[in-house]
């Protein structure tokens, strides 16, 4: 077994497996060895049987989530339409250490990159107090400006547009990861950035979160606590399965939006529109 070392928002990752493929993705997040990890991988071949565990939570994706016998947990992948079940994981519950089936090199790469590693990090990542949160992230003089909306409303549009018309660079192009320093709202980087295929090492302070409505005017203001809170948990990657894991969750979204930085933006797709919300964070 060959153990990888990585660092992911601040989140000390080690991976252990027996196959000879380096995943790429990864590679920008890469450390030198660490003792104490925050999360323990494991990668084994082959995909045991998941008896003697209840079903607590099925998502619409072909993923399932159960309880183990020992009081830990267990999410399994399956074929699209299908009962066979492509990769599964078994963790503890505070999510220190994580054990990933697979079937071939191939499904290794693609899990551990993809939708296996970003759960294990995540829900890794809520219990340090920060949460993942699917938006459009990009760094503006030296802060970040998360942009977050449904799909195919203008998040990435709206990033584009600080870029075009103001230099902004990417960050992370859609799970970008948000914690505290001390005192200092963080918006990090992580390997995971959905279709986008954006991402970048680093964790920068935050400027604004800024949730996305199409208008026929463009207009921007912070939001309360109260209502960023409506905002947010539609957009923020939530541990349903686990309703005493969701209260930490929960604690984590409080704190972000009683933070002064979530704000709204009801806009066009225009060059405006970045005026009007860069003169609304100024001013605020």
């Known amino acids: 077994m060959s153990k990888y070392y990585y660092i992911v928002a601040g989140e000390k990752i080690i991976i252990e497996y027996d196959e000879d493929i380096i995943i790429e993705k990864f590679k920008i997040f890469e450390s030198a060895p660490f003792e104490e990890p925050d999360v323990y991988i494991r990668a084994e071949k082959g995909i045991p049987s998941g008896d003697g565990s209840d079903l607590i939570y099925k998502e619409d994706r072909g993923l399932i989530w159960h309880r183990?016998?020992?009081?830990?947990g267990r999410f399994e992948f399956f074929e699209s339409g299908g009962d066979t079940i492509k990769s599964a994981c078994d963790f503890t519950v505070d999510w220190k250490s994580?054990?990933?089936?697979y079937r071939d090199a191939d499904e290794l790469n693609f899990y551990l990159a993809g939708p296996a590693g970003e759960?294990?990090?995540?829900?890794?990542f809520i219990k340090k107090g920060g949460m993942v949160i699917h938006a459009a992230a990009i760094e503006y003089g030296g802060?970040?400006?998360?942009?977050?909306?449904?799909?195919?409303?203008?998040?990435?549009?709206?990033a584009n547009l600080w870029k075009e018309h103001l230099g902004a660079v990417d960050l992370n192009g859609d799970r970008p990861a948000f914690v505290f320093d001390g005192e200092r709202l963080m918006?990090?980087?992580?390997?995971w950035s959905g279709s986008s295929e954006i991402y970048v090492n680093k964790m920068i302070p935050l400027k604004a979160l800024v949730f996305i409505e199409r208008a026929e005017k463009n207009e921007a203001f912070r939001l309360t606590p109260g209502k960023a809170v409506e905002y947010m948990l539609p957009r923020s990657f939530l541990p349903y399965f686990d309703t005493e894991f969701m209260h930490t969750a929960m604690d984590?979204?409080?704190?972000?939006?009683s933070s002064g930085k979530v704000f709204l933006l009801r806009c066009r797709p225009d060059k405006e529109a970045v005026e009007v919300l860069s003169k609304c964070l100024t001013e605020a």
């Open 68 to 72: 183990r016998n020992n009081g830990h």
């Open 119 to 124: 759960i294990i990090f995540r829900n890794a």
């Open 187 to 191: 918006c990090c980087g992580t390997a």
């Open 98 to 101: 994580a054990t990933l089936y």
């Open 143 to 158: 802060e970040a400006i998360a942009f977050s909306a449904p799909s195919e409303t203008g998040k990435t549009t709206q």
């Open 252 to 257: 984590a979204v409080d704190r972000i939006v």
